[in-house]
């Protein structure tokens, strides 16, 4: 295993998604739902073309827990852009990263997984980053926070639906079907809403899918690489740090000293619980 290209595949992945995070923060003035469209068709197109390209069948083997996981996942894509017009976007992303406490939760009720009490700690500790941003930030928007919450626990329920899938299905067969279901709801819930994108905003809209599309290749090169994912899933919160980055210097967003510490022990918690989990699993 290569850590040194591992290190580089996920360095690659997460400063993708933060590239595909700081368009969405940028098109304010177009509606979540035409972001979801154009975000899906571009990845659509891709996926499509490999399952056609290596004879897959793109129905798959379990239609309905299929049409489940893009149900749950294009809620989760379409609450967190509608939470970028509301909240800084290193904060978005940060407070999106609270999915795997969600996650663990539905576990607990679905899949019969039980939790660590040390894990708990660390969720209380990622829980008072959040406490910290509400209360001491006033650039945290209520309505927003609503918003992005309700993203993270559709991405913690998502979690659950690819648990149940399990391997039997293609990977790129999951990932074809949430973007075709996201193109066609975002699609028609773009009716009415639609705002004709202007010179370099095509290619912007565009870039979403190609961003996204090697955001998730490369992040899942990082972990085929690594001997171990506790060596590397920690690096995927450079995300966030990479989106907070972008945030000051292309969009002059102000951060302050206790949003700063509210969004490092949201980040420590998760990683000290990503690190702690793959370190006890059985």
């Given at each position: 295993?290569?850590?040194?290209?591992?290190?580089?595949?996920?360095?690659?992945?997460?400063?993708?998604?933060?590239?595909?995070?700081?368009?969405?923060?940028?098109?304010?003035?177009?509606?979540?739902?035409?972001?979801?469209?154009?975000?899906?068709?571009?990845?659509?197109?891709?996926?499509?073309?490999?399952?056609?390209?290596h004879?897959?069948?793109?129905?798959?083997?379990?239609?309905?827990?299929?049409?489940?996981?893009?149900?749950?996942?294009?809620?989760?894509?379409?609450?967190?852009?509608?939470?970028?017009k509301?909240?800084?976007?290193?904060?978005?992303?940060?407070?999106?990263?609270?999915?795997?406490?969600?996650?663990?939760?539905?576990?607990?009720?679905?899949?019969?997984?039980?939790?660590?009490?040390?894990?708990?700690?660390?969720?209380?500790?990622?829980?008072?980053?959040?406490?910290?941003?509400?209360?001491?930030?006033?650039?945290?928007?209520?309505?927003?926070?609503?918003?992005?919450?309700?993203?993270?626990?559709?991405?913690?329920?998502?979690?659950?639906?690819?648990?149940?899938?399990g391997?039997?299905?293609?990977?790129?067969?999951v990932?074809?079907?949430?973007?075709?279901?996201?193109v066609?709801?975002?699609?028609?819930?773009?009716?009415?809403?639609?705002?004709?994108?202007?010179?370099?905003?095509?290619?912007?809209?565009?870039?979403?899918?190609?961003?996204?599309?090697?955001?998730?290749?490369?992040?899942?090169?990082?972990?085929?690489?690594?001997?171990?994912?506790?060596?590397?899933?920690?690096?995927?919160?450079?995300?966030?740090?990479?989106?907070?980055l972008?945030?000051?210097?292309?969009?002059?967003?102000?951060?302050?000293?206790?949003?700063?510490?509210?969004?490092?022990?949201?980040?420590?918690?998760?990683?000290?619980?990503?690190?702690?989990?793959?370190?006890?699993?059985?």
């Open positions: 295993m290569d850590i040194k290209n591992a290190l580089k595949f996920m360095l690659i992945s997460t400063l993708s998604f933060a590239c595909m995070n700081s368009i969405v923060k940028h098109l304010t003035h177009i509606s979540a739902f035409q972001i979801v469209f154009f975000r899906s068709i571009g990845t659509l197109a891709i996926t499509s073309t490999y399952l056609l390209r004879r897959i069948p793109f129905s798959g083997n379990n239609k309905k827990i299929l049409i489940l996981r893009g149900v749950v996942g294009v809620t989760s894509m379409t609450l967190f852009f509608m939470s970028t509301y909240l800084p976007i290193g904060t978005a992303v940060s407070l999106r990263y609270m999915a795997p406490i969600f996650a663990a939760i539905f576990a607990i009720f679905f899949l019969k997984e039980k939790v660590m009490p040390l894990q708990w700690l660390f969720f209380i500790m990622a829980f008072g980053g959040v406490v910290i941003l509400k209360g001491f930030d006033v650039n945290v928007s209520t309505y927003g926070l609503i918003l992005i919450f309700g993203s993270a626990i559709f991405s913690g329920l998502v979690y659950v639906v690819l648990s149940k899938i391997s039997s299905e293609h990977p790129v067969v990932v074809n079907y949430f973007m075709a279901i996201s066609v709801l975002g699609g028609i819930l773009s009716i009415g809403k639609w705002v004709n994108p202007v010179g370099v905003e095509w290619l912007m809209l565009l870039g979403l899918g190609l961003f996204g599309y090697f955001g998730q290749l490369f992040m899942t090169k990082a972990f085929q690489t690594a001997a171990s994912t506790s060596q590397i899933a920690p690096l995927k919160y450079l995300e966030t740090i990479f989106t907070l972008f945030g000051v210097f292309l969009f002059s967003e102000v951060y302050t000293i206790l949003s700063l510490l509210g969004i490092t022990l949201i980040i420590t918690g998760l990683v000290l619980n990503a690190k702690y989990k793959e370190k006890h699993k059985t």
